[in-house]
């Protein structure tokens, strides 16, 4: 149980794609530390290598395996789960709930790669895809976060090293806060669009479902360009279109982007790269230290469940 | 002359191809400054134009506009000609000395410009020019700089925002001036590919062409990559290719490509735009804020010359 601390534990690394050598020689440290006993199961080729492996132990440390009914039946042990990681699609959040399984993931562990993406996309948009053309600098710009979390965060500092200024909106901290983590507090998201970059650091909720539309849009200043790390459907996807046909200025940088690319494209026709950045995939999590730093926390997340009881990222059914 | 200082003053902004508004205006608030009048010549469509305009004038602020042997026998006032910019090919040295006018450039206005753009290629290349595999953050990794001029510390301030850690060999700088600049000094050029990253900033000179050769480049650590913004000559040619060839980790980011780059891309074949990365014409120093910035020294050395006798920016037929 959670919280029966100084007990022997066999913590299961289930990576069907193994953590890279480093991060599980880190991991391993983290779970001798606590004298627990860490059982590795890599690179492995069938779900029955897994099956097999659950069964004696009391933790488990995933990466996008599949934990599914099946697993848990096996897994007799079985108190917590942690996906090393941020999205827990993997895992089946009901099934541990009926058998008392806490489930969690590890977010935050990728802020700085989505910061250094986000600065990759903003260099190549500034200087034109690298064409040769006469660019501009981001020294003395102007960033806006919509959300001042870990992510939003990170990319703040990277501003401050480039000489930018930040400003930043998030309804749930306080302004004064928002200010001694060095950005300028902002009142509404609306305000947030008066400066060239927004970055937007929200959830996908009912209320942030399609909110950035067009009259938020048209109101940026010349250059406006939107950094998009966050969801895809938290812009209105009909009126981001039209701002990239009706304004040749305006730039969409987007690490989330919608199944069907073709329309923003064709918005844009040849200035795709410039005033339009796609990456392939949701990329900004995927570096290598972005995922050893999950591994190391996932381990760090279970030791702190069993010994004190932590339960600060655990998943709702 | 020189060092006649308070005397009424005519200076040309002779322009083919105009500065920004912005710029101009802080170029005239400089000019006025100092009680001199400036003439305006801008988006001019005739050489024509350009002799006429010259008659009268005690200086001149030119961009890529050429000053030739007629350019300067109808200046029969001009005192200095200053180029808005690093090079001045487009400047006939030896009429001018003829002549006895001083010709400037105004070199380090585009320190920052580079430096950004030094780092737009060193996140594509790091997370795989944005095709959604796992790519590496820069965060805690090493960046040795081959001379510490104005753009290598500008690099080495940005990389400071990032958390990597900076390191520089410079002949013409102690090693202690280096250290109160925040990077650790290296003894020789070799001890630079002992880190991840080195930034080439040195001139062409007979010692130091082609001299980044096969021995320096395979000698650097996994991941091993060369930034070139200085000149393509530095490095070695065939044993650049070489190395391309048989090193699949090691990636060479230049914004001074070759005449020739196809034997590069042979090398890397697909990985172009990660393993190798040239930027379209020598685009470094390609910004708005670099050729205001130009534009604002150059109308400041003018003034410098004049009033105080200033010739540090002089170029030498």
């Known amino acids: 149980m959670a919280g029966e601390a100084g007990k022997a534990r066999t913590v299961l690394l289930a990576t069907e794609k193994a953590f890279a050598a480093g991060a599980v020689g880190k991991i391993e440290s983290v779970v001798k530390e606590a004298n627990y006993t860490l059982k590795k199961l890599e690179n492995y080729k069938s779900k029955d290598d897994l099956l097999a492996a659950v069964a004696d132990v009391d933790a488990m440390i995933i990466r996008s395996d599949i934990v599914d009914q099946a697993v848990l039946d096996k897994a007799d042990k079985l108190k917590i789960v942690v996906r090393a990681g941020a999205g827990y699609d993997n895992i089946d959040l009901k099934a541990c709930e009926a058998k008392s399984i806490t489930a969690m993931n590890t977010p935050g562990q990728n802020a700085n790669a989505v910061a250094e993406l986000v600065f990759g996309m903003m260099i190549v948009s500034a200087r034109n895809n690298f064409d040769g053309t006469s660019g501009f600098e981001l020294v003395n710009r102007e960033i806006a976060f919509y959300g001042f979390g870990a992510v939003a965060r990170a990319v703040h500092k990277l501003a401050v090293g480039f000489g930018m200024k930040s400003f930043a909106y998030d309804p749930y901290i306080p302004a004064d806060k928002i200010k001694e983590m060095g950005a300028e ?133």
């Open 185 to 317: 507090p902002v009142s509404s998201v609306a305000g947030l669009f008066d400066h060239q970059y927004v970055s937007l650091h929200v959830p996908l909720t009912d209320e942030t479902k399609a909110s950035i539309n067009k009259e938020l849009l048209m109101k940026m200043p010349k250059g406006g360009s939107l950094i998009n790390t966050a969801r895809t459907e938290v812009v209105h996807e009909a009126d981001m279109i039209e701002v990239l046909k009706t304004r040749t200025d305006f730039c969409y940088l987007c690490d989330v982007a919608p199944k069907d690319i073709e329309p923003y494209k064709a918005a844009v026709g040849d200035k795709y790269g410039k005033r339009l950045i796609f990456t392939k995939k949701k990329m900004g999590a995927q570096t290598a230290e972005a995922n050893d730093n999950a591994g190391v926390a996932a381990a760090n997340q279970i030791v702190g469940f069993f010994e004190k009881g932590e339960t600060r990222f655990s998943l709702k059914a």
